[in-house]
């Protein structure tokens, strides 16, 4: 026998939905519920319907990323990434991983030409113009970036490179930074890979008009 159930989705998670309206509040942990081959996605606090049989098992996941939809910026990043937010000026979004970090500085009536040479000074007094700076160049999404990469001469034993792009968003500016811990050999750790593949699948920026 089947039968229509309505289910209200209350377990816990951090966050609510109004992301773009609201940039403050963290990105929510994401659900499906899952019969058997079936995957219905879920939201917290929001009533669903299923079609299911008495007998048929219902299981409960959590999806392997999440949503984040700041600034005219949006992309999915892995669930278990921290979120911090600082409305300073810039404004100033961070996503942190083991391995990797995902930063965001929105500047409010300013143009990439005049921020991001700033920006990269005070990248080279904060590493004490210890540094090698290179060119580089990444597609995300549909977007080509241009930016630079910097590899901090640090006396760790683990490799850090940034790699950071201006982003022009109509009138406004946002720095986006993105840093990993790299394996011995120059290469990515499999947390930064993951984190790297959601970005290049996901990432778009607002077309400001």
């Known amino acids: 026998m089947r039968c229509a159930i309505c289910f209200v989705a209350v377990f816990v998670c951090f966050g609510i939905w109004a992301q773009e309206n609201d940039p403050d509040v ?7 519920i ?15 319907k299923l079609d299911v049989s008495k007998e048929q098992e219902l299981v409960l996941k959590q999806k392997p990323d999440r ?12 669930q278990e990434y921290s979120y911090d937010f600082n409305n300073n000026k810039p404004a100033i979004w961070s996503l942190k991983g083991k391995q990797s970090i995902v930063i965001i500085q929105f500047y409010k009536d300013e143009i990439p030409e005049a921020i991001f040479p700033v920006f990269l000074k005070s990248l080279e007094v904060q590493y004490k113009n210890q540094a090698k700076t290179t060119d580089v160049t990444e597609t995300l999404g549909s977007t ?8 901090p ?5 683990a490799k850090i490179v940034q790699s950071v792009y201006p982003i022009k968003l109509g009138d406004n500016t946002a720095i986006l930074l993105i ?3 790299q394996k011995n050999n120059g290469t990515l750790k499999p947390e930064s890979e993951a984190l790297m593949k959601l970005l290049k699948e996901t990432f778009k920026v607002e077309e400001k008009k």
């Open 67 to 78: 949503f984040f939809n700041r600034c005219g910026i949006s992309f999915r990043f892995p």
């Open 179 to 181: 840093q990993h811990t």
């Open 26 to 32: 963290e990105p929510p942990h994401e659900f499906y």
């Open 144 to 151: 080509l970036l241009s930016g630079k990469s910097i590899e």
């Open 34 to 48: 899952e019969i058997g081959e079936k995957k219905v996605d879920v939201e917290a606090g929001k009533a669903f």
């Open 153 to 157: 001469h640090l006396t760790l034993s």
